[in-house]
């Protein structure tokens, strides 16, 4: 049982845009900042969207972050087959003086 | 070019310890927290221990008293130290580095391939 709650799974056509939802609590999103992260099986994981929406240079702007309250959610537009993996959102969790991670969400692009 | 090389990963018996090694380039360890994150066959990513750059270290409640996280400055290595293993302790482990401190920001800008750790008899 995983500390963050992300959907299981999501799909959305080629071209549509996808949303992700990553629900925590006070301990975590709600007083913490939020990152995403793209997985892909045997790959390391590459970060997305760090401090709730902030994209590294090399992320293009099709991948968007925002927070509101203790929920966070990462958004894809212009979506593309190579989106296909594995999304996570984490946060630092102040009452377990650790890093949590939520279940993970799997994108499938149909 | 940040790079990230775990190592020292392989098959124990329930009990028993690995230490495992992750070696940097193109940054030094002690000017960025470091951590562990782990993920089991068939589960997500899961965060396991963290060295901040002041020395503070962090784990993860289903590791402590059990694991040890390090670093070796002049090497440029952070260390994962691993006893009492427990079949549920099977994982890929990643190393990977953080972003720069901020009250309240845990982030993972750079990461390993991982290396496979199996407990097993």
């Known amino acids: 049982q995983s500390v963050l709650t992300q959907p299981p799974s999501v799909s959305a056509a080629p071209g549509q845009k996808v949303t992700i939802s990553c629900s925590g609590s006070?301990?975590?999103?709600?007083?913490?900042?939020v990152a995403w992260y793209q997985h892909l099986p045997g790959t390391a994981p590459k970060l997305l969207i760090y401090?709730?929406?902030k994209r590294p240079s090399a992320i293009p702007d099709r991948f968007s972050g925002s927070k509101s309250g203790t929920s966070a959610t990462l958004g894809i537009t212009g979506l593309q087959t190579g989106d296909e993996a594995d999304y996570y959102c984490g946060t630092w969790d102040s009452s377990l003086s650790g890093g949590v991670f939520g279940g993970g969400t799997k994108l499938t692009v149909l | 070019e940040v790079q990230l090389v775990e190592s020292g990963g392989g098959l124990v018996q329930p009990g028993g310890s690995l230490r495992l090694s992750c070696a940097a380039s193109g940054f030094t360890v002690s000017s960025n927290y470091m951590s562990w994150v782990r993920q089991a066959p068939g589960q997500g990513l899961e965060w396991v221990s963290v060295?901040?750059?002041?020395?503070?270290?962090y784990y993860a409640d289903s590791v402590k008293g059990r694991f040890t996280i390090s670093r070796h400055n002049s090497e440029n290595m952070v260390f994962l130290q691993m006893d009492s293993l427990r079949a549920e302790d099977t994982a890929v482990y990643y190393c990977?580095?953080?972003?720069?401190?901020?009250?309240?920001?845990?982030?993972?800008?750079?990461w390993g391939q991982g290396t496979q750790v199996t407990v097993s008899s």
């Open positions: 990977a580095r953080g972003g720069p401190w901020a009250r309240g920001s845990l982030y993972f800008v750079h």
């Open positions: 401090d709730n929406d």
């Open positions: 060295i901040y750059s002041g020395g503070s270290t």
């Open positions: 006070s301990a975590n999103i709600g007083n913490n900042y």
